[in-house]
């Protein structure tokens, strides 16, 4: 049997489109105290911005997470629950660049709060989606607005940044405290920032990530990102001749790891993996994420992309 035959079996056994292997809950469950109502009641759109939002706001804000750890938020709609907790909320922090596909309705449903779009001020990248390219117009690819900003750590100071100038506008009594609070922080990302700029600057540069969620990385640290789904989210279709091509780039590049994410089943990148006799490793986008910090979790990326690339 050749190998594009029984890549061909294989693709079949693969769950297509890919499913996640988390376990999603409904909502979060989480409510506004009523009797704390001095202080700011603020909503993050999902983990990070949520994380962001805690580091800023600490004991002068409540904060909600909106999109449950474990919960894609790509794919993510509001309940009508959900919806009545938005409506009492002084702020929503979003990411913005279409990421949060819910924000339009909650507008039309005249929400009368402030909605901070934290990619204010950021240059967007478009991406090719081939998930949405018209079958009957192959020649012209859709383009998408990639929304993956807060994977590089200079973006993610900007969104640190519109959160504190959001949180002082509106309780401009604690403006110092905010601004304060996201001037250390940002201390943080700087030195994270500059971390993975030396620890990297010697390295390879050719990679092969799971989904498209790395083209602000990449352009920040000098990398070349490759992937096995060509679409923004992690559910893009899998064929033989997808996987034929990804072992190919792979050979071509001498590339020797193989991304997955913690959300998505590994069979995939095991099956490329093992055609090149290399191994899989993790490369979290950071959206569906249940332990550790913002920090952490990129140093955790960095140690796995050290061992990628700099062998």
């Known amino acids: 049997m050749?190998?594009?035959?029984?890549?061909?079996?294989?693709?079949?056994?693969?769950?297509?489109?890919l499913t996640s292997i988390v376990v999603y809950g409904n909502n979060t469950n989480q409510q506004f105290s009523a009797v704390d109502s001095s202080k700011l009641q603020v909503i993050s759109s999902f983990n990070p911005l949520h994380e962001f939002?805690?580091?800023?706001?600490?004991?002068?804000?409540?904060?909600?997470?909106?999109?449950?750890?474990?919960?894609?938020?790509?794919d993510w709609e509001p309940t009508i629950k959900d919806v009545q907790q938005m409506q009492k909320s002084d702020l929503i922090i979003i990411n913005g660049i279409g990421f949060e596909n819910w924000v339009d309705d909650l507008i039309d449903n005249?929400?009368?709060g402030i909605i901070v779009d934290t990619s204010k001020g950021i240059m967007v990248k478009k991406s090719i989606d081939?998930?949405?390219?018209?079958?009957?117009?192959?020649?012209?690819?859709?383009?998408?607005?990639?929304?993956?900003?807060?994977?590089?750590?200079?973006?993610?100071?900007?969104?640190v940044e519109n959160i504190a100038l959001a949180f002082s506008s509106t309780d401009p009594e604690n403006e110092e405290f905010y601004m304060t609070n996201a001037a250390k922080y940002s201390e943080?990302?700087?030195?994270l920032d500059l971390k993975i700029k030396n620890e990297l600057?010697?390295?390879n540069k050719d990679f092969i990530a799971f989904?498209?969620?790395?083209?602000?990385?990449?352009?920040?640290?000098?990398?070349?990102?490759?992937?096995?789904?060509k679409t923004i989210n992690s559910h893009g279709e899998v064929t033989a001749q997808t996987l034929e091509n990804v072992i190919s780039k792979a050979r071509e590049l001498n590339i020797k790891v193989i991304f997955s994410e913690e959300s998505v089943n590994t069979k995939t990148s095991q099956i490329i993996a093992n055609e090149i006799d290399g191994k899989v490793l993790v490369l979290s986008p950071?959206?569906?994420?249940?332990?550790?910090?913002?920090?952490?979790k990129m140093n955790k990326n960095l140690e796995h992309l050290k061992e990628a690339l700099c062998q």
């Open 201 to 203: 600057s010697t390295c």
């Open 110 to 112: 005249e929400y009368d």
């Open 53 to 74: 939002s805690q580091i800023v706001g600490q004991e002068k804000i409540n904060a909600i997470l909106l999109v449950p750890i474990g919960v894609e938020p790509h």
């Open 211 to 229: 989904h498209n969620a790395f083209s602000y990385f990449a352009d920040e640290y000098g990398l070349n990102q490759y992937t096995i789904v």
């Open 286 to 296: 950071l959206e569906i994420v249940s332990d550790g910090d913002y920090i952490s």
């Open 2 to 17: 050749n190998t594009q035959t029984k890549l061909a079996i294989v693709a079949i056994l693969v769950v297509i489109p």
């Open 188 to 191: 943080k990302l700087h030195e």
């Open 130 to 159: 081939e998930e949405h390219v018209n079958e009957k117009d192959t020649d012209h690819q859709h383009l998408e607005r990639d929304p993956h900003i807060w994977l590089n750590p200079i973006f993610a100071i900007k969104q």
